[in-house]
């Protein structure tokens, strides 16, 4: 339960994707993947500020039988269940990949992760299933929406 508490969570996404910019762009020197996971950042960040407010506004519990022992980290309305704040960031992710990374499997697999954490989500008792299927819709339609409104087609710093 720990460990999809903490995998596909923007707490852990975001700082991710900022290191990985850092790192292919002033060490590797790779400045079109650095753009990407610079989008990848951007786009997260824009999901946390969608998703916050539509967990406010409709403030569905989780579930009765959601454990609250690793849950010290919510805040906010984080402490609600719709929609999934890990689907629409693993949703959002791997649209990222099936745009970005030229290798099918690679892709295919990428959904596969998204599938595997979002559901695990259900089994854990965090979610309900029309949480996970709201979180994959937004984190689907959000990089569409990212892509029109925000798009950087290079690192500017």
Do not use: E
Not at 25 to 34: E, M, N, P, R, S
Not at 77 to 86: A, I, L, M, Q, R
Not at 101 to 122: A, D, E, K, P, Y
């Amino acid at each position: 339960v720990v460990s999809t508490q903490s995998t596909g969570s923007s707490a852990t996404t975001i700082p991710m994707a900022i290191l990985l910019t850092i790192y292919l762009k002033f060490v590797l020197y790779d400045h079109i993947t650095a753009t990407i996971f610079f989008n990848i950042a951007l786009a997260q960040i824009m999901n946390v500020a969608m998703v916050g407010p539509i967990k406010a506004v409709v403030k569905r519990k989780r579930p009765d039988y959601s454990p609250n022992d690793d849950m010290y980290l919510t805040h906010g309305p984080d402490v609600y269940s719709f929609p999934s704040g890990h689907a629409v960031q693993m949703t959002l992710l791997a649209k990222f990949a099936l745009r970005f990374i030229g290798n099918r499997v690679l892709s295919i697999s990428t959904f596969g992760l998204c599938f595997v954490i979002t559901f695990l989500r259900v089994f854990t008792g965090r979610h309900f299933l029309s949480d996970i299927a709201g979180g994959m819709a937004i984190g689907w339609y959000s990089f569409d929406l990212f892509s029109m409104l925000f798009w950087q087609s290079s690192v500017w710093f």
